[in-house]
């Protein structure tokens, strides 16, 4: 028997939703996403309607909460990798330049 799926986050649009998968895909978190063609009707229905859902397994639903607690308060200010030094976004969970883990910085 499969796993059951949760929806845990329903983002504003396609690259928010690819941002946050991969976000958590990077913890080991199964990520479905849904609704992505809806965007193309952006406009000709209501805001909510072009969501973007974002699942994880139930078994990954409690982790996975965390991280989006984490990503909705993130100090937009940034980071500075303590690997190469480089300035990324506080969207970034790793370095666009060399890859070091954000978590790393702790």
Do not use: T
């Amino acid at each position: 028997m499969s796993e059951a799926w949760c929806k845990v986050y329903d983002a504003g649009n396609a690259l928010e939703a690819h941002s946050l998968k991969g976000m958590l895909e990077a913890r080991q978190i199964e990520v479905h996403l849904s609704g992505e063609g809806l965007g193309a009707a952006a406009g000709e229905l209501p805001a909510n309607v072009v969501e973007v859902g974002v699942w994880v397994k139930a078994s990954q639903q409690s982790c996975a909460h965390l991280l989006l607690e984490e990503y909705e308060h993130a100090d937009p200010s940034g980071w500075i990798c303590s690997a190469c030094g480089e300035a990324n976004g506080s969207q970034f969970e790793l370095c666009w330049q060399c890859g070091q883990d954000r978590l790393a910085e702790s």
